[in-house]
C-alpha cells in the first residue's frame, strides 16, 4: 500500500523500484477511486492502512478481486474512523512490496 499525498492533482502515479533505474506509471483518475468507508478493525483495508501492509485469507483476497474487477491493484479512498486517504493497494510480494517507492 502506498499512500497518495493529499491535494495531488496529477493524472499518473510513478512508482520507482530500488537498486533499480526502471519505472512504471499508472494512469490515476480519481473518479475512478474504490471508495470503501469501513467500521471493522478486522478488514483488510482497516489493516492495511493502519500497519502499511497486510497477509489476505482467501476471504479477504475474494473480496479485494470483486472490488477491483479482478485486478491486481486499485486506487481505493479509504475512510476508517478517524482516517481518510486515497491509497494504491496491490497485491504484490513482501520483497517486491519493500523495495517500492513513489517516485
Known amino acids: 500500500m502506498i499512500k497518495i499525498p493529499e491535494g495531488f492533482h496529477g493524472?499518473?502515479?510513478?512508482?520507482l523500484?530500488?537498486?533499480?533505474?526502471?519505472?512504471?506509471?499508472?494512469?490515476y483518475s480519481s473518479e475512478k477511486n474504490?471508495?470503501?468507508?469501513i467500521d471493522d478493525e478486522s478488514h483488510w483495508a482497516t489493516r492495511c492502512?493502519?500497519?502499511?501492509?497486510?497477509t489476505l485469507s482467501d476471504d479477504d483476497l475474494a473480496d479485494f478481486l470483486n472490488k477491483t474487477e479482478n485486478a491486481t491493484f486499485a486506487f481505493?479512498?479509504?475512510?476508517?474512523?478517524?482516517?481518510?486517504?486515497?491509497?494504491?493497494?496491490?497485491?504484490l510480494s513482501d520483497i517486491v512490496y519493500r523495495k517500492?517507492?513513489?517516485?
Do not use: H, P, W
Not at 11 to 15: T, Y
Open 49 to 54: 492502512v493502519r500497519a502499511g501492509t497486510t
Open 76 to 91: 481505493f479512498t479509504v475512510k476508517v474512523r478517524e482516517i481518510s486517504g486515497i491509497y494504491l493497494m496491490a497485491i
Open 11 to 15: 493524472n499518473s502515479v510513478r512508482l
Open 34 to 37: 474504490i471508495e470503501l468507508d
Open 17 to 27: 523500484q530500488e537498486g533499480n533505474k526502471r519505472s512504471i506509471s499508472l494512469e
Open 100 to 103: 517500492l517507492t513513489l517516485g
